[in-house]
């Protein structure tokens, strides 16, 4: 698939899948799309093909009524780019070319017809452009077919392309659960090289799979409903997995989320990911909604492109769009950068990014009702499309947020600190203080930091200030730096040159 030229305008990504079709239209072809528009038909493409041979008539007509309705929806978008793939069933099938040259009539675009080993690629990029130095076993379980392939720190194996899809395994077992387990470890144990995992992660990725973590999560009251990055022990995930096989949904919460033309194959998914645990002995299960599509689009990236953070231009992004003068955000990185080289040298490089990041979002909430304004701000970075961040991440970033407009308070819980340590939490809580010193001498406006420097000398927190800016200095500016060294653990001073 040949590289695109890099454009501001939107682009978009039509799947057409085994189980679903789907068109999922993103803001500009970068290291951090956000998806703008996302709409699925769930056509059942692949139903019946492992019988019949052929794609399902009524799964037809309503594919090609979907795609109807994309090709006018991505007029109305204005897209300047349309990347039209299909997967295992259209590959499959007797009848699939003559679908596709239907679809490519319509679409007015040509259909790139995945083979298995090119989907487990770009399932893998997607993975890469969406968690931040991945590192275990991904895979992707779509309607008719299972992806499998190494990931390690942003460089992708050799993936292998099997017949364990979620329609692909109920007809081939004749809705017969034993008999399918029997098929999924038949499979699976001709694949070479699974104890790769152990005691790494297997990255989920499909629809499937990602409605199995939603009711994990709904099962625990986990405190953050962000399918991305979701993570919970391999153990805690096999037992739930055994739960599911025995078909009794009704009285799972949050079962009502779940597309009832996707239940039926929730048992089937489950399966094959409780033999895919106890194989490979992965220690942990991570959701990545990050797969083909947003592999697609890294593809099309130069390297220097693929190569950029996607967390810290999707933060910056945000600046651009929130920020009163976004110049700031950097002048507040390189403050905080010259703070912890005095306070902190040996800071790591995971907790340098997540600082950057805070520093980048951290006005998001400038035009909030100030009543609500910590609310509003740690509610939208908890809540942002942003990639390449855990949950733990998330919750620091909003508790830094919070901090940064409400200080240190009991009279408000910051959220989400159900999923941070209190050591987790006071960092938080002095990050986001330490910003608000900053906000307090430089009204948010450039110009101000580089010359208004903040370290810490001799165990003691020092605000600096030079003569033009003397006058910046009052009991406000005294009381947020310390409760900021407070926090630190040590005293204060704001210091005046001559």
């Not at 790139?112 to 991904?138: C, Q």
């Amino acid at each position: 698939m040949p590289r695109s030229a890099i454009s501001q305008r939107p682009v978009a990504v039509i799947d057409i899948g085994s189980n679903s079709v789907r068109l999922v239209a993103y803001d500009r072809l970068g290291r951090a799309p956000v998806p703008m528009f996302n709409e699925k038909s769930l056509c059942g493409l692949g139903r019946d093909v492992a019988i019949t041979g052929l794609l399902p008539a009524d799964g037809l007509v309503q594919a090609i009524d979907a795609l109807k309705r994309f090709r006018v929806l991505c007029d109305l978008m204005k897209i300047e780019r349309l990347f039209v793939l299909a997967t295992a069933a259209a590959r499959r099938a007797t009848n699939g070319p003559a679908f596709i040259a239907r679809v490519e009539a319509i679409l007015g675009e040509p259909v790139s017809i995945l083979t298995g080993m090119e989907e487990a690629r770009l399932a893998a990029l997607g993975v890469v452009a969406g968690l931040h130095h991945p590192a275990g076993l991904a895979g992707d379980l779509g309607g008719g077919s299972l992806e499998l392939i190494d990931v390690t720190d942003g460089i992708v194996g050799q993936g292998v392309s099997l017949e364990l899809g979620g329609l692909s395994l109920r007809d081939a077992s004749g809705k017969n659960l034993k008999k399918a387990a029997k098929i999924v470890a038949e499979t699976l144990s001709g694949v070479p090289n699974l104890e790769r995992a152990c005691g790494r992660d297997i990255i989920a990725i499909g629809g499937t799979w990602r409605a199995i973590a939603r009711l994990h999560m709904a099962k625990g009251a986990y405190p953050l409903n962000v399918l991305h990055g979701y993570t919970a022990s391999t153990r805690s995930i096999a037992e739930f997995c055994r739960e599911l096989q025995k078909g009794d949904y009704d009285q799972l919460p949050a079962i009502g989320e779940i597309a009832r033309e996707r239940r039926p194959l929730l048992a089937y998914g489950a399966l094959v990911l409780e033999d895919l645990i106890a194989r490979t002995g992965a220690a942990r299960f991570v959701v990545s909604t990050s797969g083909v599509r947003e592999g697609v689009l890294y593809s099309q990236l130069p390297a220097a492109l693929q190569r950029q953070d996607p967390l810290i231009a999707a933060a910056r992004a945000l600046s651009d769009l929130h920020a009163r003068a976004p110049a700031h955000a950097d002048e507040l990185i390189a403050w905080t950068d010259d703070f912890t080289r005095s306070a902190f040298p040996g800071e790591d490089e995971a907790t340098r990014r997540i600082r950057h990041a805070a520093c980048l979002v951290s006005e998001v909430a400038w035009r909030a009702n100030p009543d609500y304004r910590a609310e509003e701000a740690a509610r939208m970075v908890a809540f942002a499309a942003l990639p390449a961040i855990d949950h733990r991440e998330r919750a620091f970033l909003a508790g830094v947020q919070y901090a940064r407009y409400e200080g240190v308070t009991e009279n408000a819980v910051p959220p989400l600190r159900s999923l941070l340590n209190a050591q987790e939490i006071d960092a938080a809580r002095a990050l986001g203080c330490l910003i608000r010193v900053a906000y307090n001498i430089s009204a948010g406006q450039p110009g101000v930091l580089p010359r208004t420097p903040i370290r810490v000398e001799n165990g003691r927190l020092v605000q600096i200030l030079p003569p033009a800016f003397a006058d910046l200095s009052n009991e406000r500016l005294a009381g947020r730096l310390k409760q900021t060294a407070k926090l630190m653990g040590m005293g204060h001073e704001v210091r005046i040159l001559d």
